[in-house]
């Protein structure tokens, strides 16, 4: 269930957590691709955590504008 307009939830937070851990693995991959011999072990722990802040911030900014029925600002969506 979403929460009303300008209001986030517990649920709000776990999703958003879990948003963000997607983020870092979108991040990993991308790295992962970026190198010549496609090498998972070259990590850059500093891109992979902004990937995930930035997932964890646009999740809960989205939820934050939307009202309880999903609508951002109430009007679009």
């Known amino acids: 269930m979403n929460t009303d307009l300008f209001r986030l939830g517990k649920s709000d937070f776990v999703k958003g957590l879990v948003t963000a851990v997607f983020a870092a693995v979108v991040a990993v991959l991308y790295n992962a691709t970026q190198t010549p011999d496609f090498n998972v072990l070259t990590l850059d722990w500093g891109k992979i955590f902004n990937a995930a ?12 504008v939307s009202d309880s029925s999903g609508k951002v600002f109430g009007k679009l969506g």
């Open 53 to 64: 802040i930035y997932g964890l911030i646009g999740y809960l900014g989205k939820n934050f």
